[in-house]
């Protein structure tokens, strides 16, 4: 069984036995005594409820903080459930259990609270590591699978913002050096992990406001607003040396991973930019 | 007889070609499902296995689609050369200098690029090679395009040592990954041109490589010739056919009989290849002409009298149903600083 399927048991099961506690402890209410706007509204509450939890558990990789939210949720569905049975059987007021199960509500929102409360530090951490990758805007585009950068489409629209603005902006292209070899002789795996390697020195190295991309294949792109071009041409040569300086290793043996670049002014349009610059990094 | 292979017919070792695919998109979390859909093979590929074109061709539309990411051709192309078809790839690897190599791949065409055929032209200082459907699949061409072109770079790169400054032609719109033609191939690219095509200066062609060897690669070859050929796809056959014949005004009828089967099973045949007699005539009649236009700066008069029309204006309304362009703006394109083939309406270049 998978784990939806484990889930959605779970709640169902939950639910189901609620049911069977209520019709084993109480009495049916006639039916011309239900209050229907009650029982729709407190049951729509529930499963909705139960939706979200599913939600919650299918999206997010197990944690605190999935536990947290699927918790306070289904003991939203659970108190909301018990409320909407309340309406269709007679149970003796003093019944402590039946009030402790209705409490699940305002205790599910607290859990759910408590939740939300270490998401957002959870979200800051990733945004602080992603602030590189993105910078300013994120849609929902899937990033480069190897790396975890944006792409090329990517560099492109974020050129387009920049060719509208006034402050000066430098463009970097960077290569690897013989990277055909690596890919020949070690085989694509290792070849993607060098890349990997790269991705991570060069993000290690950049300003928060800078952005790289993986342009395609072994070619990335940083785009540095608020440098001029021979201020990018000083911190490109920079990243080239933290490259070099690197020690990465293939199979038993250390394979030196050195970068070339090209280096222009980040105005103008982005296709002819970028096939300029190509041609440059082309003639290296 | 011509001898020729219909894409149905078990034609391609499976631990080839198809297995390299098939890694590959296994390499990147596809399941075999959805890789091995509607391809009729099965997990594990026996070391013997034949597989047919289509196939192949089906293997590598799953991967394609499946993958969904604008590299994978290129990636695949990496892979692809020299491949490892013992005596041909061997000949491959062994080229002292690109116009071996060239020559070589030309010759196994048929085994070491059995989906698209290369050919190979040089002319006042040009190297010119283009690539012509071998296997009748119109829809993946453009991928299939990427991945040769990709493939033959690496190799020319990997053996030589070197970035050749290749220019590259493509018969087809700027694509929106355009970025990947230019780090894979080159920053030299051009789209909607008439032709498929590499060219390189010819002073790179007799250069020889760091690791030449004359000797080996005389062995090499005489060892691939040795081997029993294989025969081509239906498309490339009938392209050479028609390239060689193209001055006697071929027709179905004589062509079906130079193939050895009827008209009515040739036509079948080209329609299961997606692709008809009169399209391919065309398709190498324009060829022809643009060849003409460029090497021999010969005009509509000419051209017209070596393809047999009865006279210019003749020639210039069927050129201009074959591509879309009277020659006039051809002819200018390649006078002009354009060089070659490109197409002016719309758009050229990057």
Known sequence: MNV??????????LLVSFALLFVGAGAVIPLAEWDLVDIASEGGTALLAALWCMIVLCSRPDGRVTRLLAGGLACIMLGSWADCLDEAFDIDKSALWDNALEALLPFGMLVLTAGMHYWRHEQANLSEHMRKRERLFRSHRPFDRITQLADAAYLRAQLQRESRNDQPCALVLFDIDHFHRINREYGHAEGDRALQAVAHMLLLNLRNDDLL????????????????????????????????????????????????????DAHGAPDALLADLCRQMDAV | MIAWQAAGEASIPARLQPALALEYGR???????????????????????????????????NTLRGL?????????????????????????????????????????????????????????????????????????????????????????????GERLPWRFCFNRGAPRHIEQHQVHLGADVRFGCQLDAMLVDADWLDRPWPRASEMAARLALQAAEAEPARAPGLPAALYDYLLAQVRESPTLERTAADFGVSPATFKRQLLRHHTHFQ??????????????????????????????????????????????LTPGPIRAAIDGELGWLTRLSGAAGA
């Open chain 2, 27 to 61: 390499a990147h979390d596809l399941p075999d499902a959805a890789l091995l859909r509607d391809t009729g093979l099965t997990g594990s590929l026996a070391a013997d296995e034949m597989i047919s074109v289509s196939q192949y061709l089906q293997l590598l539309a």
């Open chain 1, 213 to 264: 991309c993986r342009y395609a294949g072994d070619r990335f792109a940083v785009l540095m607003p608020g440098l001029t071009q021979p201020q990018g041409e000083a911190a490109a040569r920079h990243l080239c040396q933290m490259v070099g300086a690197m020690r990465h290793h293939a199979g038993s043996g250390r394979v030196a991973l050195t970068l070339r670049h090209g280096c222009a």
């Open chain 1, 4 to 13: 939806v399927a484990r889930h959605l048991v779970l709640l169902a099961g």
């Open chain 2, 279 to 324: 399209g391919e005539l065309d398709q190498v009649r324009t060829h022809v002409a643009l060849w003409l236009f460029q090497v021999r700066r010969a005009d509509n008069e000419e051209v017209a009298r070596y393809l047999g029309f009865h006279d210019a204006a003749n020639f210039r309304r069927s050129f201009k149903r074959w591509t879309g």
């Open chain 2, 68 to 160: 969904d990411s604008p590299d994978t051709s290129f990636m695949l192309g990496q892979l692809m050369l020299p491949g490892h078809d013992g005596a041909a790839s061997h000949a491959l690897v062994q080229a002292p200098n690109l116009r071996v190599l060239l020559e070589t791949l030309c010759r196994f065409h048929a085994r070491l690029t059995p989906l698209l055929r290369p050919r190979f032209e040089t002319w006042d200082g040009v190297a010119l090679l283009y690539w012509v459907d071998a296997c009748g699949a119109p829809g993946l061409r453009p991928a299939l395009v990427e991945m040769h072109m990709t493939a033959l770079v690496a190799l020319c790169r990997w053996l030589g």
